[in-house]
């Protein structure tokens, strides 16, 4: 039975405003909470840049995205791979050399192909690259905090200082976010970039709260 490739094309149409909706939607609900997250510490330890613009609900974002692409390639025929072969190794150079989504896709299946991989049974595709970097971002994330309490130190010493960064959830703007470090011995953390709104040393708290540090920090 044949492919109605119209009616496709208009079904496409229709999940596509689908996702434009569910986007706005979820970007209006989520904009007022993402000044008040801290900036995730893993990407500044690890060198690593931050490759996201959107809110930090991009994981259930591209989960609906990629629901509605599967039942778009369903109906029209497409079958998409189902082996995925992502790494935390891969995802660590993917950041560490400042690899956009589209272009870690187009590398990733140059690469698959030319070991002899049929790329059509692969994962390879911007929604999963963009799940697999936020899953690794927090497991990294995690981990740095859980050594940090493993090694904990009998004092450290703080150090902030303001700075215009660009904003998480808007293009071409700049906010004023205030960097935190604490140094011990011969080692250095990033405790968070925290916004800036009345009061600075609220937000310092807020950082050593959030690494368990408050009696040292007194």
């Given at each position: 039975?044949?492919?109605?490739?119209?009616?496709?094309?208009?079904?496409?149409?229709?999940l596509l405003?689908?996702?434009?909706?569910?986007?706005?939607?979820?970007?209006?609900?989520?904009?007022?909470?993402?000044?008040?997250?801290?900036?995730?510490?893993?990407?500044?330890?690890?060198?690593?840049?931050?490759?996201?613009?959107?809110?930090?609900?991009?994981?259930?974002?591209?989960?609906?995205?990629?629901?509605?692409?599967?039942?778009?390639?369903?109906?029209?025929?497409?079958?998409?791979?189902?082996?995925?072969?992502?790494?935390?190794?891969?995802?660590?150079?993917?950041?560490?050399?400042?690899?956009?989504?589209?272009?870690?896709?187009?590398?990733?299946?140059?690469?698959?192909?030319?070991?002899?991989?049929?790329?059509?049974?692969?994962?390879?595709?911007?929604?999963?690259?963009?799940?697999?970097?936020?899953?690794?971002?927090?497991?990294?994330?995690?981990?740095?905090?859980?050594?940090?309490?493993?090694?904990?130190?009998?004092?450290?010493?703080?150090?902030?200082?303001?700075?215009?960064?660009?904003?998480?959830?808007?293009?071409?703007?700049?906010?004023?976010?205030?960097?935190?470090?604490?140094?011990?011995?011969?080692?250095?953390k990033l405790?968070?970039?925290?916004?800036?709104?009345?009061?600075?040393?609220?937000?310092?708290?807020?950082?050593?709260?959030?690494?368990n540090r408050?009696?040292?920090?007194?």
């Amino acid at each position: 039975m044949g492919i109605d490739m119209k009616l496709a094309k208009r079904e496409e149409r229709v999940l596509l405003r689908v996702i434009e909706q569910e986007n706005r939607r979820v970007k209006a609900h989520h904009s007022s909470e993402i000044d008040d997250n801290f900036m995730d510490s893993s990407e500044e330890s690890s060198g690593t840049e931050d490759i996201s613009d959107q809110p930090s609900s991009n994981i259930t974002q591209s989960s609906l995205e990629e629901n509605i692409y599967a039942q778009i390639e369903l109906r029209m025929g497409i079958v998409r791979g189902r082996k995925c072969f992502l790494t935390p190794k891969i995802m660590a150079v993917l950041y560490r050399f400042h690899i956009s989504q589209r272009s870690a896709v187009f590398i990733l299946e140059a690469v698959a192909e030319s070991l002899g991989h049929n790329i059509d049974e692969l994962t390879i595709n911007r929604n999963t690259s963009q799940r697999y970097r936020e899953d690794f971002r927090k497991t990294k994330a995690t981990r740095i905090k859980e050594l940090f309490e493993e090694n904990e130190p009998s004092f450290v010493c703080v150090h902030w200082d303001g700075k215009l960064i660009p904003a998480l959830n808007m293009r071409d703007l700049k906010s004023e976010r205030l960097p935190i470090i604490v140094t011990y011995k011969d080692e250095e953390k990033l405790l968070g970039v925290p916004k800036l709104e009345n009061s600075s040393g609220k937000r310092i708290y807020g950082c050593l709260e959030c690494f368990n540090r408050l009696e040292i920090g007194r």
